[in-house]
C-alpha cells in the first residue's frame, strides 16, 4: 500500500504517516492500535496469499511412437548479483534534497511573507545554510524539516522592514478571492500565520507544528483556533478547515515562484562561508595586533599624576639681595649680642 493508502485508512494526512516511517514521531492512543491492526492485517495477507508451486508430472501415455526428441535448450547465464548502487556525495545528496523540498518550500514563504522576491530568497538563505551545516544537516531525522524551520525564520525576520526594496508592496494576486485570502493571512500574527501554514496547509500534526514553533501543544492549540476563527470572520466559506486547507494550496500553486538551481545555491554558500571566514581572520589578526601594541607601549609600574600647583597665602614674596636696612641692621646687632655661648639660640631673661 502506499502512503496516501495507509493514510486513508487511518484517517490521517499522508505527511502523518510519512513522519511515522522515517521516525520522526510515534502514533499514539487509537491512531497507535489502528496503525498496528493494519500493520499484522497486512503481514497476514501476505502469508495467507497463494503460493505458485510446481505442477505435479503428467502421467505418461501408452507406448506409441514418440517423435524424435528435440535438442535440450542452451543453458541460460545466471542472473548477476544486484550490485548495491554507490553512495551519493555530499553535492549530489543536496541537489536531491533542494529539488524535493524547495518548490513547495518557495510557496509556503509567499503564504507567509505575501512578496515573491523574499520568499525566493528565504528559500536560497536557508538551503545556504544547510550546505555550511551539511554533516549535522545529512544525518537529521527530518532534512526536510531542519531547512523549512530556518527559511520561515527568515521569512518572518522583523528586520526586513528597514530594507528599503521592502518598503513598497508587491502586486497581489490577480484573482479576488486569492487577495481576500491573502489579505486575511497577511493581518495575523506571525506565530498564528505559521501554525495555521504548518497544521492546515503542510499536514503536520499538533505536536510536529508545537515542536516546529517552539511552543508548548496548548499554546499551539490556541493559536490554531484563533487563526482559523479569523480567517473565518472575514471569509466565511473557509469555516471548514478542509476547505481552507485546500484554497491555501490552491493560492500557492498560483503564483509561479522559482528558486536558483542548486550549484547555483552551493556556490553563493561557499563564497559567503569564505567571505566571513576572512573576516573573522582579519579581526581576530586586528585584535592580536592591538593587544601587542598595548602591552609594549603600556607602563610597567605605577606613576602617580603630579598635582597642580597652588598659590601659597600669608608668605610674602621673595625679593632680591641687598643691602640691609636701618631696623634690619639694628635687629641684627641686637641678636648677635644677646647670644650666648654653646648652641646657637636666644638666652632667656627674666625681664
Known amino acids: 500500500m502506499t502512503q496516501a493508502q495507509v493514510a486513508a485508512r487511518l484517517g490521517v494526512t499522508p505527511a502523518t504517516v510519512r513522519a511515522w516511517e522515517t521516525g520522526r514521531t510515534t502514533p499514539r492512543g487509537r491512531k497507535r492500535e489502528a496503525y498496528?491492526?493494519?500493520?499484522?492485517?497486512?503481514?497476514?495477507?501476505?502469508?495467507?496469499?497463494?503460493?505458485?508451486?510446481?505442477?505435479?508430472?503428467?502421467?505418461?501415455?501408452?507406448?506409441?511412437?514418440?517423435?524424435?526428441?528435440?535438442?535440450?535448450?542452451?543453458?541460460?547465464?545466471?542472473?548477476?548479483?544486484?550490485?548495491?548502487?554507490?553512495?551519493?556525495?555530499?553535492?549530489?545528496?543536496?541537489?536531491?534534497?533542494?529539488?524535493?523540498?524547495?518548490?513547495?518550500?518557495?510557496?509556503?514563504?509567499?503564504?507567509?511573507?505575501?512578496?515573491?522576491?523574499?520568499?525566493?530568497?528565504s528559500v536560497e538563505r536557508a538551503f545556504q545554510?544547510?550546505?555550511?551545516?551539511?554533516?549535522?544537516?545529512a544525518v537529521d531525522r527530518d532534512p526536510g524539516g531542519w531547512v523549512r524551520a530556518m527559511a520561515y525564520e527568515y521569512a518572518l525576520s522583523p528586520w526586513h522592514r528597514f530594507r528599503p526594496r521592502h518598503r513598497h508592496p508587491e502586486a497581489p494576486p490577480a484573482d479576488a478571492s486569492d487577495r481576500a485570502l491573502m489579505d486575511v493571512l497577511l493581518t495575523l500574527p506571525p506565530p498564528h500565520r505559521r501554525t495555521l501554514l504548518l497544521y492546515d496547509g503542510v499536514g503536520l500534526d499538533l505536536p510536529e507544528t508545537a515542536a516546529e514553533t517552539e511552543a508548548s501543544t496548548p499554546a499551539t492549540a490556541n493559536r490554531l483556533l484563533h487563526a482559523r476563527e479569523a480567517v473565518a470572520a472575514r471569509l466565511p466559506e473557509l469555516s471548514d478547515p478542509a476547505e481552507l486547507a485546500r484554497r491555501l494550496a490552491e493560492l500557492a500553486s498560483t503564483e509561479r515562484l522559482r528558486a536558483a538551481k542548486p550549484p547555483t545555491v552551493r556556490t553563493v554558500s561557499e563564497r559567503r562561508a569564505r567571505f566571513w571566514t576572512r573576516a573573522a581572520i582579519a579581526f581576530t589578526v586586528a585584535l592580536i595586533g592591538a593587544t601587542a601594541l598595548t602591552v609594549r607601549t603600556a607602563p610597567t609600574r605605577y606613576e602617580p599624576p603630579v598635582a597642580p600647583g597652588e598659590t601659597v597665602q600669608g608668605v610674602p614674596p621673595r625679593v632680591a639681595p641687598g643691602s640691609l636696612s636701618k631696623a634690619e641692621a639694628k635687629l641684627r646687632a641686637k641678636l648677635r649680642g644677646e647670644m650666648v655661648s654653646g648652641p646657637m639660640r636666644l638666652a632667656p631673661q627674666a625681664h
Open 36 to 121: 498496528a491492526k493494519l500493520l499484522a492485517r497486512s503481514a497476514n495477507d501476505a502469508a495467507d496469499s497463494p503460493v505458485r508451486t510446481e505442477d505435479p508430472p503428467a502421467p505418461e501415455p501408452p507406448s506409441t511412437p514418440s517423435p524424435p526428441p528435440s535438442p535440450a535448450p542452451a543453458p541460460q547465464p545466471a542472473p548477476e548479483p544486484d550490485v548495491p548502487a554507490p553512495p551519493l556525495t555530499p553535492s549530489q545528496a543536496f541537489d536531491a534534497l533542494y529539488a524535493f523540498c524547495a518548490p513547495a518550500l518557495v510557496r509556503q514563504a509567499y503564504l507567509l511573507t505575501g512578496r515573491r522576491e523574499l520568499a525566493r530568497e
Open 129 to 137: 545554510l544547510a550546505w555550511q551545516r551539511w554533516p549535522e544537516v
